[in-house]
């Protein structure tokens, strides 16, 4: 425990001691990628705390919810970062131009500026406006119209 210490220590270039604590989600920010806290030792409110290492590139992100319990780390005295959650309100993943997002309201997965949700409703749209030729000319009417609709609702409940 004392070779991780000492790594620690070097890597933040302090002398600050890295200790941990466990505490309750009062607010968050997912713009800056960081939470409020309070401690349940009854210790002073942290506030930004982070989520991430670095928030402007992508990566991962786990957002707890809030009253939720997480653990923060503390490298110094001004820098801490969730690094558990008992509860995820959010899942985010950002890999350069790929995104996909997991929250209780769907699944978001995103390449540049197409979406699944939106390929999926083109799919969807153009098979509803199916036209055939038979021996008797072109049919107009989808006979399964409904399975096709029912499967948009479907999916717009699911994708996000």
Do not use: H
Request: proline share 2%; aromatic share 6%; glycine share 4%.
């Amino acid at each position: 425990m004392s070779d991780l210490r000492d790594t620690l220590q070097n890597l933040t270039q302090t002398s600050d001691e890295v200790y941990a604590k466990v505490c309750e989600v009062m607010e968050i920010d997912q713009d800056e990628k960081t939470v409020n806290v309070k401690p349940v030792d009854d210790t002073a409110e942290i506030y930004n705390v982070r989520l991430q290492a670095e928030s402007e590139t992508g990566g991962l992100v786990l957002f707890p919810k809030v009253g939720s319990m997480v653990l923060v780390v503390f490298i110094n005295k001004n820098n801490a970062a969730v690094v558990n959650t008992s509860e995820i309100e959010k899942l985010s993943l950002v890999i350069e131009s790929c995104k996909f997002e997991a929250d209780s309201s769907g699944f978001l997965l995103q390449k540049e500026n197409e979406t699944l949700k939106k390929l999926m409703a083109d799919l969807i749209k153009a098979i509803k406006a199916l036209k055939f030729t038979t021996n008797n000319g072109p049919t107009i009417n989808l006979i399964n119209i409904e399975d096709f609709i029912e499967l948009e609702t479907r999916f717009n409940g699911f994708l996000k």
